[in-house]
C-alpha cells in the first residue's frame, strides 16, 4: 500500500457544546484558545455530556486535517498515526475516518482512554480544553514497526500537529530526518498559542526540518513573544522563521499565516536567500453562514496539504485551503460537507 501523505498527531473525540462567555470566565478560559486541561477543568466534561446542545464529533487537529486532505484526494492518498484507547470514543473516531476513507495506523493502549476535547463554541469563538488520554502515551517505536515505517518510507509528503510536541518530538524528530534526507516534504503546523510559549524548546528543534510552517495570526504573535523578536509584525515574524536553519537545503522554506477573515500572509525564501511576500484574499463567507469554526484551521490545512500533494502551485493550495476551511465552518464540528463538493 502507498499512503502519498502521512499524517502524526493527537486523535481526539470533541464533545463540543454551547456556552456563555460566564461559563469560560468560570473556567478561567480565553473565547478562542486551545489548552491543556488542569484538575479544576474536568467537571466540564460532565457539564458538556449533559448539555442539550452535545455533539460527540471527530477531532483532534492533525487527524481533522487528515480527514479533509483524504476527502478531496483520490481514494488510499492519506494514512495517520497517534494514540488511541479500546473504547467507544475511539470507534467513533474509527467511523469518521471511516467515512471519507482515511486509513489510520492508531497505537492502542488496552488501558486508557481515548483523548477527549472540550469544544466550547461561544458564537463564532471555540475554546478548546483538552484531556489527551491515551493520545499522550504515543511512542516512535509505534512507527518504527517495519509495517508502519514500509508505509513511511513509500510517502512523499508528511504532516505533522505542532500539538504533537506536548506527546512525542521524538517521533516528529524521526519522521522530520526521514524527509529530509529524502527530499520530501514536511509540513508542520504551530497548533496553538501555548505550543510556541511552553513547549519553545522541542518547538525550536522540529522547525529546522519544515519546508511549510502553518500557523494562525495568534499563533504567530505567541512565537514572537516566546522568541523575543524585537518586531513583532506579522510579515517580520514569518520573515524571521522562514529564514531559520534548515536541514534540507534543497528546499525553501514557506510560512503560511492564516488571519481568520483577513489575508493569508506567505513569505517564501528563494534560493538567494531573498523573501518573497505575498497576501492571498480569504474566501468571504456570510455571517449568518457560520455554524462554528470549531476546525476551520484544520481545514485549511487540509486543503493545503491536498493540493501540495497534487503538485498544485502555492497559491493554489492556499485558495483549496480557504475553500475548504470556509466549507468546514458551515458544518457541524471538524467536518466536511456530504455530498462530497469538488474545489
Ligand atoms: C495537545 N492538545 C491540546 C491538542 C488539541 C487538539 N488536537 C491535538 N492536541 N487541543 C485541541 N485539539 C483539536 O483541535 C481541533 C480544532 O482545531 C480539537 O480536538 C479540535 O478538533
Partial sequence: ???????????????????????????????????????????IFDDGLKDPSVKLVAG???????????????????????????????????EANKSVGLATRYQVQPDIGTGKCAALINGPNRSLATDLGAANH???????????????????????????????????????KHAAENNKDFVINFSAPFIAQFFKDPLDQVVPYADYIICNESEAAAY????DLKDKSLVEVATYIAKLPKVNSKKPRTVIFTQGLDPTL??????????????IVVHPLAADKVVDTNGAGDAFAAGFVAGLVQGKDLFENIDI???????????????YPFPKKTY
Avoid at 509505534?142 to 505542532?162: D, R, T
Avoid at 514572537?224 to 522568541?227: L, M, Q
Avoid at 485551503?321 to 467536518?335: C, D, K, T, Y
Wanted: with cysteine.
Fill in 266 to 279: 506567505v513569505v517564501r525564501v528563494d534560493a538567494q536567500g531573498e523573501a518573497q511576500i505575498s497576501e
Fill in 138 to 176: 504515543f511512542k516512535p517505536s509505534h512507527l518504527q514497526k517495519p509495517e508502519n515505517w514500509e508505509l513511511v518510507e513509500k510517502a512523499s509528503f508528511f504532516y505533522i500537529g505542532g500539538f504533537h510536541l506536548t506527546v512525542s518530538p521524538e517521533a516528529i524528530i524521526l519522521l522530520g
Fill in 321 to 335: 485551503g480557504q475553500w475548504l476551511a470556509a466549507e468546514s465552518i458551515q458544518q457541524v464540528g471538524p467536518s
Fill in 60 to 94: 483532534g487537529a492533525a487527524q481533522n486535517t487528515a480527514r479533509g486532505a483524504q476527502y478531496l484526494l483520490p481514494e488510499i492518498s492519506v494514512v495517520y498515526f497517534g494514540s488511541v484507547g479500546n473504547d467507544k470514543y475511539a470507534e467513533k473516531l474509527h
Fill in 224 to 227: 514572537a513573544e516566546s522568541h
Fill in 1 to 43: 500500500m502507498v499512503y502519498k501523505l502521512v499524517c502524526l498527531g493527537n486523535p481526539l473525540l470533541d464533545i463540543q457544546f454551547d456556552v456563555t462567555k460566564e461559563y469560560l470566565d468560570k473556567y478561567g478560559l480565553k473565547e478562542n484558545d486551545a489548552i491543556l486541561v488542569e484538575e479544576k477543568h474536568m467537571p
